[in-house]
């Protein structure tokens, strides 16, 4: 016998349920999982973005809420997966959103649990609801200013909080974790082989969206209200691709003209290598390299909507460059894997992805391939290391090792070759706290 009314079960909530134990439970990412789940369901607008903050609330709150349930249970990761997750939402609905009324919190759990739980679960959920509306003061999360007190008050690990708090002081980890739990402004490149800003601009205002200038970048636009990004007819018909505005900065870095050979070391999506083909007006030959098959169809992809035709993608090992390219490339990128620190808010599941070893396994890796890809670089040509993170052993450590190593090597004034905001800083790094765009670092080298 059916244990539950179909006509009482809150659509928006369950797909949230199931979207979050993909993620939890079959480690789909974040982002991933919701993309599919809208694609595949017909939604209103407003439940479009009610599933969404849901899904990445729930998310970034992580072990957060699971410390605030666990005043309430004795063990969490003893219940049953779809149940964790529902409590996981409740909690959410009741302690963070200010919209949802605590009763609709509490009852469409309930009714989800008698449907996607074993027998008794509707009665678990509604007594540990039922508890935390009693008794909201148990799951108040702690004061002070200590690493873990933080960690949990801004929903992240707390070995991420140590870690900024001895490189940034209390005050400025703070900012940043705060941050973090932000949205993170919605930046696109201008494709500038078949239009320009203001043109660009003026068709996203028909569209519906919001559009300002990026105050980063001079073929960089901000986009507000836009809506789903697959009904914007500019980015249908390829006048315009998604990237952060820091991103967008590498290109201006490196420096590459018309008719240049330039290689991109670590170059999927294609973000970075289809920017460095617009400045060269499309004209010249861009290698382009990814360990994998489907990362080089992404590339090739995002060529052929832009319009662009000189990038060769190809599978291979960015530690092999220097041997297969020895001295042949005006310019060279390596745009490093690293831990990805500056994108969080970007990436809702991310900071319970990333590790502690992280520190350890990545700066190898990097050098490795910078090491690799500086043999590929002619004499007077340029070498641009680049990362979206902001710890400083994946970044100024390794262009510091690299430089002893490389005499003949020179760490050019980085800042000067930003395109609006130029410095006096001989390696640049973004801080999204302070500066808006994701966190990134940018060392731009000659060879002599």
């Not at 050019?412 to 790094?429: I, R, W």
């Amino acid at each position: 016998m059916q244990r539950y009314r179909e006509d009482k079960i809150d659509r928006v909530r369950e797909l949230a349920m199931q979207v979050l134990q993909k993620i939890h439970v079959e480690s789909v990412y974040a982002n991933v999982a919701l993309a599919q789940t809208l694609r595949d369901t017909v939604l209103a607008e407003r439940d479009r973005r009610f599933l969404t903050e849901l899904v990445y609330g729930v998310t970034k709150a992580g072990e957060s809420l699971d410390y605030m349930i666990g005043q309430y249970v004795a063990d969490i990761r003893k219940v049953q997966p779809a149940i964790r997750e529902l409590l996981r939402l409740g909690f959410y609905q009741i302690f963070v959103m200010d919209r949802v009324p605590p009763s609709a919190a509490c009852n469409t759990a309930v009714e989800l649990a008698k449907k996607h739980g074993r027998r008794g679960a509707d009665s678990f959920v509604n007594g540990v609801l039922r508890a935390a509306l009693r008794a909201p003061e148990r799951a108040v999360l702690p004061t002070g200013r200590d690493a873990r007190a933080l960690a949990l008050r801004s929903w992240h690990p707390a070995w991420m909080v140590e870690r900024w708090m001895r490189a940034y002081g209390y005050e400025r980890t703070e900012a940043l974790c705060l941050c973090n739990n932000t949205s993170a402004p919605l930046s696109v490149r201008v494709n500038t082989l078949r239009t320009n800003r203001s043109a660009l601009m003026e068709q996203f205002a028909v569209a519906g969206a919001e559009a300002r200038a990026s105050r980063w970048v001079p073929d960089g636009i901000v986009l507000h209200a836009h809506g789903a990004l697959d009904d914007l007819p500019p980015l249908r018909a390829g006048l315009a691709q998604v990237q952060d505005e820091s991103s967008m900065l590498v290109a201006h870095v490196l420096g590459a003209e018309p008719g240049m050979t330039v290689i991109d070391a670590c170059a999927a999506p294609g973000g970075k290598t289809t920017h460095i083909a617009q400045r060269m007006e499309n004209r010249g030959c861009i290698l382009a390299f990814d360990i994998y098959e489907e990362k080089i169809r992404r590339i090739e992809q995002n060529a052929r909507r832009l319009g662009i035709s000189i990038i060769e993608a190809e599978m291979r090992d960015a530690r092999e460059i220097g041997a297969a390219y020895e001295a042949m490339a005006d310019r060279v990128l390596v745009d490093a894997p690293c831990s990805g620190l500056g994108v969080l808010r970007r990436k809702p599941d991310a900071r319970w992805k990333k590790s502690v070893s992280d520190r350890k396994t990545l700066p190898p890796i990097q050098r490795a391939i910078l090491w690799s890809a500086a043999r590929a670089v002619k004499s007077g040509g340029v070498l641009v290391y680049s990362t979206c993170t902001m710890e400083e052993c994946e970044n100024a450590a390794v262009v510091q090792d690299f430089l002893r190593a490389h005499p003949h090597f020179t760490l050019e004034q980085t800042g000067a070759f930003l395109p609006e905001q130029k410095t006096a800083e001989p390696m640049v790094q973004i801080m999204p706290e302070t500066d808006e765009p994701d966190g990134f670092f940018i060392a731009r080298m000659r060879r002599t």
